[in-house]
């Protein structure tokens, strides 16, 4: 469900004509070879494209709004290999509205002790020409990431890497569509928000439809389907019976069939890439989505339970952001559940009722079908799992009224110390950084939600890059958090966003 779009980045040399023809020869051979290296790296998940050297404002204007009008570049590089009067990029800089990397690297990684004279510094001068850019995007205020080392340093590279899917994030986001097919859950706050200000801020749209519109759809698939993508669950998954009759159960499994194909026609049709359900508003649905969500999910849907449109959308941007990321752990909507809080096990049990992603799954996956406490409809089948271990991040966009925060918490993935054969639900447990008291009160303090986006493929740099490109506060737990250093950072972002 998620293409790829072949997303290119332009690689922008700046430079002058004060030195003269030969110079800017070598500035132009550099830059393409840096370029090609970068992209011969395997390293990169996207393109990088040369771009002919810009030395004058006209050029620099020019380059910038063709990169706003080419619907395949997703942000521009740039280096300054010698000087490069900043003046010049007023204008360009002005009218660009893509994300911006300022790569501060040197063609050479050694100083040329012999050899080096006057007409070699005044050809490598970055760390000269870099200031002099960097302060007239500081001046005039533009979000940009700031990369430094040599360019064939892999550590370097992979930072060129990560901030790509942040911009692709950035583009992306405005093409997500959320579908809600239920409003919020009654009384519930944090899960409410305003739909308007995420168009404005991120380019989400959410849009709700009757229940029963998409109930008619799963209605209008036909048996043959149905059992076509039944014989595919049970190819694939474990069936754990737990004492049911196996006609009965298969019938159960074959509801979740149809929601799953007539839910991805529907959401197909109108073109959403989100969906929100709610176990209190189901309409003529027999049972609550379960395994037809996980399913969708996997396939790179977003999704968020009670009628969560933030965490759906969440979930889809940050499907987009791993996409196609080789040995990708996977990513899904989660929920804090239950703690254990024996000392030195401490730790989160993650869950959901039912809708956890299979992409996070380690190990066998198996349909079981069990009452929902909840709710008033049919036993619902759903895939039940434990997931990998490892480092994650949980994130949580909030509405505080007058604006949206973003909260990232890094958490380390676990497994649980035993089996817990009588829960029917797929699990995930986690421990915050810096430890579950730490994390959970700063957590709690910056008003973070029970629901969370979770993925094992981001880090909360990536994130934390996409809310401040999207303008908006982004708060930090991780290894290095204290709580009074934490309550400042709070209190500032009330001044800087409040
Ligand atoms: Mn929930």
Request: hydrophobic content about 40%; aromatic content about 10%; proline content about 4%.
């Amino acid at each position: 469900m998620i293409k790829k779009k072949e997303y290119k980045f332009w690689f922008c040399t700046g430079s002058q004509d004060l030195y003269g023809e030969e110079v800017l020869r070598h500035v132009a051979a550099h830059s393409k070879e840096i370029v090609d290296e970068l992209n011969r790296s395997g390293i990169l998940p996207y393109e990088v494209v040369w771009k002919p050297v810009l030395i004058t404002n006209q050029l620099i204007r020019q380059t910038f709004n063709e990169a706003n009008a080419d619907e395949s570049c997703a942000g521009v590089i740039t280096w300054m290999h010698t000087f490069s009067p900043a003046k010049s990029w007023i204008l360009g800089l002005q009218e660009y509205r893509k994300p911006l990397m300022h790569l501060h690297t040197q063609y050479n990684e050694e100083i040329p002790y012999d050899s080096i004279d006057m007409d070699f510094m005044n050809e490598n001068q970055a760390a000269h020409g870099d200031r002099e850019y960097g302060h007239i995007v500081s001046r005039m205020r533009i979000e940009r990431k700031v990369v430094v080392g040599y360019w064939k340093d892999d550590e370097v590279r992979q930072r060129i890497a990560s901030w790509m899917r942040t911009a692709v994030g950035i583009m992306e986001s405005s093409h997500i569509r959320v579908m809600r097919v239920a409003d919020n859950m009654r009384n519930v706050a944090v899960t409410e928000g305003d739909k308007v200000e995420a168009q404005i801020k991120f380019g989400w749209e959410v849009d709700a439809y009757p229940v029963n519109e998409i109930a008619q759809s799963v209605n209008d698939v036909s048996d043959a389907e149905v059992n076509e993508l039944l014989d595919e669950y049970y190819e694939k998954y474990n069936i754990i019976l737990d004492g049911r009759d196996p006609g009965e159960f298969k019938k159960h499994v074959a509801v979740q069939a149809r929601i799953e194909l007539g839910f991805e026609k529907f959401l197909e049709e109108k073109n959403y890439q989100a969906i929100v359900t709610h176990f209190g508003d189901l309409g003529a649905l027999k049972q609550l989505p379960g395994l037809a969500i996980q399913r969708l999910m996997e396939k790179g849907y977003g999704f968020g339970a009670e009628g969560d449109w933030k965490v759906a959308a969440m979930v889809r941007l940050m499907k987009i952001m791993t996409e196609g990321m080789k040995d990708a752990k996977g990513t899904s909507m989660m929920e804090d559940y239950t703690y254990n809080l024996v000392r030195g096990k401490e730790g989160i049990l993650e869950a959901h009722m039912l809708e956890i992603c299979p992409s996070i799954a380690d190990g066998p996956i198996s349909i079981r079908v069990k009452p929902l406490s909840m709710g008033d409809r049919e036993d619902p089948a759903r895939l039940v799992f434990t997931s990998k271990e490892g480092r994650g991040v949980a994130a949580s966009l909030i509405d505080l009224g007058n604006r949206f925060r973003l909260i990232l918490n890094e958490v380390e993935c676990k497994k649980t110390e035993k089996p817990m054969p009588e829960l029917p639900v797929a699990t995930n447990f986690w421990t915050p950084y810096p430890d579950l008291y730490t994390g959970a009160e700063a957590w709690i303090l910056a008003g973070g939600a029970h629901h969370t986006a979770f993925s094992y493929d981001l880090t909360v740099d990536q994130m934390a890059d996409w809310a401040e490109m999207s303008g908006i506060e982004a708060v930090i737990i991780d290894k290095n958090t204290t709580i009074p250093a934490f309550k400042k950072d709070l209190k500032l972002g009330e001044v800087f966003y409040g």
